[in-house]
């Protein structure tokens, strides 16, 4: 699991899959999630702007990923 620093206390699903380098672009976020290849806590999440909080972990399939091999990644404030 990888942990990715907020700046916020919030931050929405579809910045942070960019974020943590899960895809290589906003466009290739809006995709998975819209294809429900993005997990929020276990269950798949199909809204982009998801308000995402400390402690929380997303999976993203690894279709998607620039290594090709999936991930989770856990919100942490920084």
Known sequence: MVDVEIRDNMIRLG????LAGAV????MA????AE???CVNGE???QRGRQLHEGDVV???GAFSPSGASEDYRVVCC
């Open 24 to 27: 290589e672009s906003g466009a």
């Open 44 to 46: 798949v999440c199909c």
């Open 36 to 38: 429900g290849l993005v």
């Open 59 to 61: 999976s993203v399939d």
């Open 30 to 33: 809006k995709e998975a999630i």
């Open 15 to 18: 910045q942070f899959v960019k």
